[in-house]
């Protein structure tokens, strides 16, 4: 273990010293994919079935992560900060980035969360695709910036032209590549030009959260490049390491400035650090897993096709299927036979999303949904809706 302390001393100091708006803004509630999940599941079904509905990875960590993360158990009593300055140390060698480039946090949700706060405000609009992840919306909503939803393009990748047509004046752009929930991908050269075109003083946040089961081209050279871009990843896709917590944001340093005073650097939980450096030095993990989610999602794509359900072609663990009805009814059909899918986009209410799975959890999905769609059982449970939690189902949008 070194004690390098790579965390640089300015993002340690800035988590004491927070100005009055940040103060203000880091009070916001942070919105994430668990919690929309859970407020569009039934409360009493929440750990029975198979569940396909928030894009986890049934594989969990890997073995070095998980033997890593048990080592650190006994050392609980200790905030062990040199494992956060490994994990970056690691990740700047993974990437070929300076470790000033990079901050690890707990999840990606809260840098996300930072960034969207620290570049939107009523006079700058946040900018993002439709449909698209929903949780930079919420920040964006609740310090009063103007939320644009833009089409996606007819192959289903960002309409970057539309997005700079549509918000001169805007603060941020949201690029989730692939997109959560299409699965679809931007190509780089259309990043490349929303970067040299987007306005004066705003940031581009491309949110790699499922790059790597794709063949997307990362956004991350773009930082190395110094342009005004922040991408963010996370451990709890196909690292498998969503309940560990543990994510990362890669920018220039001066744009960590303006985030962190919106919610500075802070002591990471140590088993999800040390499991993540363990992750990142197992050469295998990502291409092992990249072909697993191909394969279990390549059979059902067949399956679908040859029952000639229509659904999006996607390079990632998650796809949109269009059921031709209100997605809800066969949501709720769907938990009635304990197989948990979902959610819905209010833009496309015929489609849901599904999560890729282990195969038996496919074969199971594929059994529910053919008696679901032919009609041979029908809801028996009403599942959630985002008002129940108090999550708002659609967000104030102007465009
Ligand atoms: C696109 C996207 N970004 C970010 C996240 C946040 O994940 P976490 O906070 O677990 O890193 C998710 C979670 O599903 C996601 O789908």
Redesign the pocket.
Known sequence: MSSDHLVPSRSRRSFLTLSAAASAAIALRMV??PMLARAARHPKLQQQGVMID??ENPLGPCAAAREAAASMVPQGGRYCDWLTDDLVKQLAQTEGLKPEYIRVSD???PP?HHAVAAYTSPQRPYVTADPG?E?GMFTAAAVNARVIKVPLAKDYAHDVRAMLAAAPDAGFFYI?NPN?PTGTVTSHSDLEYLVANKPKGSIVLV?E??IHFSDAVSALDLVKADKDILV?R?F?KIYGM?GL?C?AIFGRPDLFEKIETYGGWNFMPITAMIAATASLKDAQLIPERKRINAEVRGRVFAWLDSNGYRYIPSQTNHFMLDVKRPAKEVIDAMAGQNVHIGRIWPVWPTCTRITVGTAPEMEQFQAALKKVMTGAVTARVSTGDRERKGLRAELPVRA
Do not use: P, Q, V
């Open positions: 994430g994919e928030a894009n999840g990606s949700t996300l992840y949780a989730c959560n949110d959260a499922y963010l996370t709890s969503a917590r994510g």
